[in-house]
């Protein structure tokens, strides 16, 4: 036997020494280990109060106390009792997954980056962020800015506030309305360099409705902006 086959002989031994000193330590398994989650429940019943005295400890399904968690923070937002407070809670029975603060910061994001997109004519952003109608109308309007050869600058300053004003959850579609009020430094020009709208320098206070969308069918999660207003 040479030394390499003796050496291969010498691990496998040493393997098969370890295997047994491991299952001896270790035990085998029988097919009727219980799950970690069901030793912690059992844990955390022993732990509780009564435990001992022959009674059944109910532990509170997570589903439910994620269900009063999602309820408390619409219930932080808007007052319960209001109609937003209904509003609110009937779209969160229509999707699980909505919570209004996280809805508004990204709101707040889309405001912005469709604002910008607007200033600057870039059309592939807006088609990923408006509804196909409101695209149209922000499409044409960019198009007459071009055909007179006018370019337009704005400079995104900040949200002073947002906030949800109406929500609406029918069949497949959820719907929610944002009042945005905001500043914008907006100036146009002419062919020329010359200002023909606007002011480049003055901080102009901005107050939109916007109504948000999507479909819960839909594979793209992201809402759609779907109807602008401005508010004097």
Known sequence: MGS?????????????LIFFQLRSVLGR????EK?????????????????????????????????EDRFAA???????????????????????????????????????????????????TLKGLLSREVFEGFESAIADRESR???????????EKAEITHALAKDNEEQITVRILSQLITATYDKSGALVDGDA???????DVWTF?????????NWKLIATEAEQ
Not at 38 to 67: C, F, H, I, M, S
Not at 201 to 207: L, T
Request: hydrophobic share 40%; proline share 5%; glycine share 6%.
């Open 149 to 159: 050869g006018e370019t337009m600058k704005s400079t995104f300053v900040g949200i």
């Open 74 to 124: 619409i219930d932080a937002y808007a007052p319960v009792g209001t109609p937003l407070n209904d509003q609110l809670r009937e779209l969160l029975r229509h999707d699980a997954t909505f919570a209004p603060k996280e809805f508004l910061n990204g709101a707040k994001i889309a405001y912005e980056m469709i604002v910008l997109a607007y200033a600057e004519g870039d059309r592939k």
């Open 213 to 221: 969308a999507r479909d819960v069918r839909s594979r793209d999660p």
């Open 4 to 16: 390499s086959d003796f050496v291969t002989l010498f691990f496998l031994v040493a393997a098969v």
């Open 29 to 32: 398994r029988t097919g009727n």
């Open 201 to 207: 320098e003055a901080v102009a206070d901005v107050n």
């Open 35 to 67: 799950s970690p989650f069901e030793t912690l429940a059992q844990r955390e019943a022993a732990k509780a109060p009564g435990a001992d005295d022959g009674k059944v400890v109910t532990l509170q399904r997570r589903d439910e106390a994620n269900a």
